[in-house]
């Protein structure tokens, strides 16, 4: 019986993905079985969760497995499985288009590759679409588990834009995917290929993974579990070797790069659980894109038995970058994601977990430099945000920042805050820092003069998160966090003096200044910043900094608009020209670009870029 058969247009995102998926040249073909095999197995996973409540579903097939299968004189190769399946809607839904806010990132990225790599497929849930890498025409057949047997569907495309969808008769539940070989994929339609491929990535899986027994070269109707069909994570340490944590790693984050490190531990007694816990060696595809709000990679399991992704429960955002597996034995095994969030045994686990990943880090940070270099290269930033988030473990993260500094090797950002109290004089009791928005910028402010001059290190940040988290961190062991374009400079009481009196020799000059900017500046003082450059802007403690106040601003947010104070330093030949000259037009004209080159040097934005070049034109000219 065949009923309802409509021919329907992919949405215009699937087709963008199709296009690109079967018009470009991938260095890993394989990688479909790998996807669908998972795919299969969530829906195992999805079947035993949802049995927990209706026992019914498994009636008449409580085995859960998956079937591979091959088909050398129709050139097919099959992908069965006897878990939840799909309803006629869930087909449309999963198939027809794909409901991944990181998709279209997926299809930017992946049209800006001059070869398409098929790495970056799975990561937005569109892994199913790795199918016509391999075939020029996909078959599916699903029922979903408690539907009857008329309620059968069958989906059909050759992913060119449209694909055919009708319902049928099918007497099992589950999900058969049917992949129609292109000419050139004769590898898979070997069974030593196909079990290689298994065994590879796959074997981890926790439902049995099967193949027919072959004789005389041919299937037979005798099945073979091929997979270990085991929860790795059960296993102790000693009987998993690292390929197989790898394997796991790759499959677990649909990532082709090995993981740069992992934590596997038990916790036995009252509260029993394992954790396994991976830090990938490049971000997650959605972390690059700037991803806060997809938060995936962390799985939650309750006796074996899939219960979410449970990144948000188990994980605090600075560290979704984590991906794992956490296996509770003694949650209630019906708990909902409301009683997640208030459960007690989950906090535990979260504290758990973000202790043996910062552990882990740690570990690479002392043992492996090499690793911790490239952990921090993908990663740095985003652990910057835990500054912010989590108070209690402020210092431990604060402990494995990396910066570049007056005394580092140009931007490499190799110096942490212990590096520069090691190196600070028995008198100095502040760690000096400087925020802008590129290295060059920050090594060449002058604001840097007076403690280049004085020999004080000074610690140069310049990643757009350090001026938002050093609100937050204020000190590190002991040593307070200062700004050196902020607040007033600490001297001694010589240097004190001599400021006093070169402020007052400059009175005159200061009250020139103040009246020819006008309302363009809050004040006008001698600098004791500056030793070679004419001038600098001076915030006060609490002042943002200019460069990120530019940046907030263009993203949209309305930012306060404040006065600067301009600081100069009256021994430059500018000062004096300013100082003696009687034209009222080139006073002028000095003094704004005294100031707007302090503007430019601070990062902030020029009010009237037209009228400042007209001004140095003029300058120039004499």
């Given amino acids: 019986m065949t009923t309802t058969a409509e021919t329907r247009k992919f949405e215009a995102e699937v087709a963008q993905v199709l296009h690109l998926v079967t018009h470009s040249l991938y260095s890993h073909k394989e990688i479909f079985l790998r996807e669908l095999i998972s795919n299969a197995s969530d829906a195992c996973d999805k079947l ?58 997926f299809l930017e990225a992946m049209s800006t590759e001059q070869k398409g790599d098929a790495r970056l497929i799975g990561q937005f849930g569109v892994g199913f679409y790795s199918s016509f890498v ?19 569907v069958k989906w059909e495309s050759d992913g060119k834009g449209e694909y055919l969808l009708e319902q049928i008769e099918l007497p099992e539940r589950g999900t058969a995917i049917v992949l129609h070989l292109k000419a050139d994929e004769d590898d898979f339609l070997k069974r030593w290929e196909l079990r290689s491929l298994i065994t590879r ?55 082709f790069n090995d993981a740069l490190a992992w934590t596997h531990n038990r916790v036995e007694g009252n509260q029993s659980y394992i954790t396994l816990l991976y830090l990938p060696s490049q971000p997650p ?145 502040t760690i000096w820092y400087i925020t802008a928005d590129s290295y060059a910028a920050a090594v060449g402010s002058p604001q840097l003069e007076a403690f280049k001059a004085k020999d004080i290190e000074v610690l140069l940040m310049f990643d757009r998160i350090d001026e938002w988290m050093l609100g937050s961190l204020n000190e590190y062991s002991g040593k307070k966090l200062r700004n050196v374009a902020k607040g007033e400079l600490p001297l001694d009481e010589e240097a004190k003096k001599q400021q006093e009196e ?76 300013v100082e003696t000259e009687s034209d009222e037009g080139k006073s002028r004209d000095l003094a704004n670009l005294l100031l707007e080159q302090a503007e430019i040097a601070a990062g902030a934005p020029l009010p009237d870029p037209a009228a400042f070049v007209q001004r140095l034109n003029r300058v120039l000219l004499g």
């Fill in 201 to 255: 990535y796959s074997d981890h899986v926790a439902f049995p993974i099967r193949l027919p027994v072959e004789k005389d070269d041919k299937p037979t109707d005798e099945w073979e579990t091929v997979n270990a069909a085991s929860a790795l994570w059960t296993k102790s340490k000693s009987e998993i070797s690292d390929e197989e944590y790898q394997n796991f790693y790759k499959s677990l984050g649909h990532d």
């Fill in 285 to 429: 595809f959605e972390l690059m894109m700037g991803g806060r709000d997809e938060r995936k990679g962390l799985k939650l399991y309750i006796k074996r038995v899939f219960i979410m992704d449970a990144a948000e429960q188990l994980l605090p955002n600075y560290l979704r970058f984590v991906r794992g597996v956490v296996d509770a034995d003694d949650l209630p095994l019906n708990v909902s994601r409301e009683i997640l969030q208030q459960n007690r045994q989950l906090e535990r686990i979260k504290a758990a977990c973000v202790k043996r990943v910062l552990d882990l880090i740690e570990k690479l940070a002392k043992d492996e430099p090499e690793k911790f270099q490239t952990f921090y290269k993908a990663f740095g930033n985003t652990l910057k945000e835990g500054i912010v988030e989590d108070h209690a473990n402020r210092e431990r993260i604060a402990k494995l920042l990396r910066f570049a500094s007056t005394k580092g090797e140009g931007s490499t950002q190799s110096v942490s805050l212990d590096d520069y109290i090691g190196r600070m004089p028995v008198s100095q009791d």
């Fill in 502 to 577: 070169a402020s007052k020799a400059a009175e005159p000059l200061l009250k020139k200044l103040k009246d020819l900017l006008g309302d363009r500046v809050g004040d006008v003082k001698v600098s004791a910043r500056l030793t070679d450059s004419p001038s600098c802007l001076a915030l006060s403690d609490y002042e943002m900094a200019p460069h990120l106040a530019r940046l907030l601003r263009e993203a949209g947010h309305d930012m306060p608009s404040s006065k600067p104070t301009l600081e100069i330093n009256p021994q430059h030949a500018l000062l004096k020209r």
């Fill in 134 to 152: 391999v075939a020029d025409k996909v078959t599916v057949l699903s029922r979903r588990a408690g539907l009857p047997a008329s309620e059968g």
């Fill in 48 to 105: 035993r969760f949802e049995s927990i409540g209706r026992p019914e579903l498994l009636s008449g097939d409580a085995e859960l497995h998956i079937d591979v299968s091959w088909d050398t004189d129709n050139r097919t190769v099959t992908i069965r499985d006897n878990g939840v399946g799909m309803s006629r809607d869930e087909i449309v839904a999963n198939l027809g288009t794909i409901a991944s806010s990181g998709t279209r990132r």
